[in-house]
């Protein structure tokens, strides 16, 4: 059975830091492609980052300079660095590992930047 755990959100002051993780279990991790995603109140989720199983990393504009995407194929875990944050950077933070046809989310982790 596969399960993808997310950890390191929190309560944090605008122009803090976090350090999300993602951490999943029967799996390969080192095959799947990793994604970060973010849902506020009210809004439809989006994509912040990801990493492909190669390496390559995409960021959505407004994280761009903020935010790295990166992962430890050996720990089995990816991680998302949040500096910077601001009050607009609250949201439920989910993890989704993909490869080919299939995907797998976290349960999600609440990160709250307070101004």
């Known amino acids: 059975q596969v399960q993808v755990v997310e950890s390191g959100g929190g309560l944090v002051q605008a122009g803090g830091s976090l350090r999300l993780s993602c951490a999943p279990s029967?799996?390969?991790?080192?095959?799947?492609?990793m994604g970060w995603y973010r849902q506020a109140p009210g809004k439809p989720r989006e994509l912040v980052a990801s990493?492909?199983?190669?390496?390559?990393?995409l960021y959505r504009d407004s994280v761009k300079g903020r935010f790295t995407i990166s992962r430890d194929n050996s720990k089995n875990t990816g991680y998302l660095q949040m500096d910077s944050l601001k009050p607009e950077d609250t949201a439920v933070y989910y993890c989704?590992?993909?490869?080919?046809?299939?995907?797998?989310w976290g349960q999600g982790t609440q990160v709250t930047v307070s101004s």
């Open positions: 990493i492909t199983s190669r390496g390559n990393s």
């Open positions: 029967g799996i390969i991790f080192s095959l799947y492609d």
């Open positions: 989704n590992l993909r490869q080919g046809v299939y995907g797998y």
